[in-house]
């Protein structure tokens, strides 16, 4: 059994991925997983998680600013999507212009994982040996990516944010 309340402190602590690397240390960065529930009037609730449990949905919340002192070009956003979750494809979003990408295996002749934007194709290997394309569903991606497109500039604050279901 999964302890859900340790995947989360492993999500606040590994969430980004930067381009140059050398830059990292210029970039302020925030993670915070909220538990996402309806009220009885339908209203989204947010409550920062502590803990989780099987059939909650939680939304990540990233915030990135650069502090150095000048643009940063080639910059990419990742977030994992937690063993024991499946990402909700359609509520990733991002306040400044980037392409969406999710990772997982999708090629069997490939070592590893890959990136694709949606939707993801992945081709399935039949018992026969014969190999079939199919689109990639939300249980298959293990991160979630936003490439910049265009660079950081200095002092600008981006905002990133997206949803998995707890199994």
């Known amino acids: 059994m999964l302890n859900h309340s340790k995947i989360i402190a492993r999500i606040a602590i590994a969430s980004l991925v930067l381009v140059p690397s050398a830059a990292l240390a210029e970039l302020e960065s925030d993670m915070v ?6 009220d009885n009037a339908g209203v989204e609730q947010y409550q920062q998680a502590e803990s989780v ?3 909650q949905v939680i939304e ?3 915030k990135h600013t650069n502090s150095f002192d000048n643009a940063i070009g080639g910059v990419a956003i990742v977030g994992p999507v937690p063993e024991g979750s499946v990402l909700v494809v359609d509520r990733s ?3 400044v212009a980037a392409t969406f990408e ?8 490939s070592a590893g994982e890959e990136w694709s934007t949606l939707p993801a194709q ?3 290997v039949q018992a026969d040996g014969s190999r079939m394309i199919e689109t990639a569903r939300a249980e298959h991606f293990t991160a979630v990516r936003w490439q910049l497109a265009e660079p950081m ?3 600008a604050t981006v905002n990133h944010a997206y949803r998995v279901e707890v199994q």
């Open 33 to 38: 997983a909220y538990v996402v529930a309806v």
């Open 60 to 62: 990540y919340h990233m």
């Open 122 to 124: 992945r081709i399935v």
């Open 53 to 55: 449990k099987p059939g």
């Open 102 to 109: 999710v990772r997982g295996e999708f090629n069997p002749d």
């Open 93 to 95: 979003v991002s306040d």
């Open 153 to 155: 500039q200095q002092g």
